[in-house]
Structure formats: structure tokens, C-alpha cells
């Protein structure tokens, strides 16, 4: 008997290749720009975004010619040669709330500039006012040369400075000499026309005080100061006004070549700037504020 064994065959499968490859690659790339628009359109203005869905809608080179893609490098249908200009992320704007805040704070800083300079003209004219009532004034016609007037940066410095046979105060002493008391009283109803408040402080030359042993040119120059401030009252000027008083000895001479120069020996009186004078408020404040106290140092029995 004769058996006959067929045996089935196997069918071969073609090879695959690299073509699912390509598929997924198409797949990323498709994702990659899904999710590049999405964020475009998260993070761009409503300029943007309407520029975004025109180019999708529109994507020719002239806005509102197209509604299909037109022919690119690749024939009828395919990709299109028109470009949509898209800055970087740092180009981009961030939203309008930044901008609006960054707007704001460039109005705030133009309109401390004006305020400054406003005020800087403000001062110069009081200048000139000032030095128009000097040559006016009979009382002050003899100290002309003693009364010296000038902008700073904390505003505007009338300075009364002594000469070699014209001190303002006896030697060595915070009495003002009748001439000074004078000078003051007539000073003291123009500064108080204006609303400014006032700094007062006492200079000295750098000769050594000789009176009492605890008592130097620190101390002199605070009480000249402070001398100066009565006579200010004394011609008129509102109590509130004055904002600091203080004795500076020959720490800041007007002539620094030659510190014993008279003429370092003087009182200023400055119509300060607003910022000045907010300036000196937060000092005082500062100085006002109490001290913590500090903790103990010694050890703690142990229980």
C-alpha cells in the first residue's frame, strides 16, 4: 500500500520595509505642529491669533486671494511657497497685561520727570526772586557779598557766609551779632511765601575750638545753627516749616583749598525739594523707631 505525504507550503510574506517609519514620522511631525499652534495660540495677542487663522484660511501671498493652497515646488496641490512671519518666543509679546504694566510704569516715570523739572523751574525762579529782593532790600544792600545763593539737588541753598571783619556770630560763641539777626528777620518773610520746607546747619573753619574741653566745633556749629533757626522765627517764618537742623563743623568746607578761609564759616538754609523733604521724613522716622531689644546671652539653668 503505497502512502503519499503532502506537505502544505508555507506562503512568504513580502518584506514590510521601512514604510511604517515614514507613517510615523508623518504622525510627529503632524502632533509637533498641532501642538506648536495651540501654544501660538496661547501665548500671542488677538493681532496674532487673527493673523494665525487668516494664514490657515488664506495661505497665498496676497491677503484674501486664495482659498486654496496654491501650487508649490511640488505641483499642483502641493505645499505652499507663501511664509507667515512668527517671531521667537523672547520676540513675542507676553499678553496684555504686561504690556499695560510696563506702560504704566513708563507713564509713572515721565511723570516724575515732569514733576522734577517743574519744580527744579519753580526753584530758579524763587532765585531770581530772591536776588531781586536782595537788591532791593536797604537792610540787606551792606551783605550783598555775604549772601550767597545757588541750586542743589536738595533745592535751593541761600548761604550766609562771614568775612574777615564781618563775622555773623562773636568769636567762638553762638550769638548772633545784631547785622545777622537782621539779615535773618529779612530773609525770613520770602521763605516763608513759598510752600518748601527748610533745612538749617551750621559750618565752622577747621581751627580747633579752645573753650571747654568737652566742646568742639561739633557742637558749635549745632548751636549756631539752632541760633539761626530762632532768628528765622523771629522774622516770621512758621515753625512748621523747618524740616532739620543740624551741625556739620568743618566737615563740608566751602573752601577746600584753604580750610580756614573765613568764608567756611557760614549758615545754610535750604528750600528743600519735595524729594528732599520726603527724604528727611523717612530718616526721621527711621531715627524715631524704637530699637529691639537684644536677647540674652547668659545660659539658661538646665530643669
Known sequence: ?????????RKKHGHHGGAWKVAYADFVTAMMAFFLVMWLIGVGTRQQRAAIAEYFKNPSMVQ??????????IGPGGASDSMIKLGGAMDMPHGPGKDRRAASRADAADVEK???????????????????AIEKSQALEPFKDQLLLDITPEGLR?????????????TGSATLEPYTVAILHELAGFIDQAPNKVSISGHTDDAPYSGESHYSNWELSADRANAARRALLGGGLMEDKIARVVGLAASVPFDKANPSNPI??????IMMTKQAQDAALLQEQADAAPVPSLPATGTPNAP
Open 1 to 9: 500500500m503505497l502512502i503519499v505525504v503532502r506537505r502544505a507550503r
Open 64 to 73: 484674501g486671494n486664495a482659498t486654496i493652497a496654491p501650487p508649490g515646488k
Open 158 to 170: 541761600i548761604q550766609i557766609v562771614d568775612k574777615q571783619n564781618r563775622p555773623m556770630f562773636d
Open 264 to 269: 567756611n564759616r557760614r549758615i545754610s538754609i
Open 114 to 132: 515732569q514733576a522734577r523739572e517743574h519744580e527744579k523751574q519753580r526753584l530758579e525762579n524763587l532765585m531770581q526772586q530772591l536776588r531781586a
